[in-house]
């Protein structure tokens, strides 16, 4: 069975402003999209919207063949996305929140498989308060992978990383497409962004650029897309 997520006449406005016009793609298991704009532009709305965590119409989004104004629960169990690490608990543990992932998903993942891949062993028993940036970012990164969802949107997973750290997520990125998970990555690492990604949407007015990666340089493609001549 093929599944996809598919978006058609996708159009959105906040406050009379125009996000969106009429966006219409689709995206299938084993795919990992970036999705590439400056800041302001859209990005974490467009996976708001995905999410129905912003309301657009009704037959515009349908996750393997359910649509989210339908039978919006067995839509949103198909999927996982939390935006950022704000979204943590400040006062509860590392183990806390991929315990809940894994109950509220249902997912067969092995927490402590995770926890050990991640090199989190020191800091799971830790509350969310007492982390780095790069810390919560593993956190965020473990319970996407320990909720075992079809489909992953992610926004900015890169920040707060080092080098060493950049590499392992790109890895365990890869890992996941290669298990047949389809993934919508938001990111500013255009070097990144090459590396995993086998579609890159740029989003610029009002639409989506899609841009098939064979290997060419994304940085070169966005300022050809967004910088103005003489910038």
């Known amino acids: 069975m093929i599944h996809m997520l598919t978006v058609t006449d996708l159009s959105f406005s906040f406050k009379h402003h125009p996000i969106f016009d009429h966006l219409n793609f689709s995206i299938h298991d084993g795919e990992l999209v970036g999705l590439v704009a400056p800041n302001g532009t859209g990005k974490t709305t467009l996976l708001r919207l995905l999410c129905g965590l912003l309301l657009t119409a009704a037959d515009t989004l349908v996750l393997n ?122 990111s500013h690492q255009m070097d990144s962004v090459g590396r995993v990604s086998d579609r890159v949407f740029f989003l610029k007015d009002q639409q989506i650029i899609d841009v098939k990666n064979t290997g060419q340089d994304m940085l070169t493609i966005y300022n050809q897309t967004f910088l103005k001549a003489g910038d």
């Open 65 to 186: 063949d359910i649509k989210l104004y339908q039978h919006r629960t067995k839509y949103l169990k198909q999927l996982f996305f939390l935006e950022n690490s704000n979204q943590l608990y400040s006062e509860l543990t590392v183990a806390d929140h991929l315990t809940y992932v894994k109950a509220m998903w249902r997912s067969q993942i092995d927490i402590a498989s995770v926890i050990d891949e991640l090199e989190m062993r020191d800091y799971y028993k830790k509350k969310i308060k007492t982390l780095s940036l790069g810390m919560k970012q593993h956190v965020l990164l473990a319970m996407y992978i320990i909720s075992d969802a079809q489909t992953l949107f992610i926004d900015e997973p890169l920040n707060g990383l080092d080098p060493t750290s950049i590499q392992q997520f790109e890895h365990i990125f890869l890992q996941l497409k290669n298990a047949g998970k389809s993934m919508v990555i938001s």
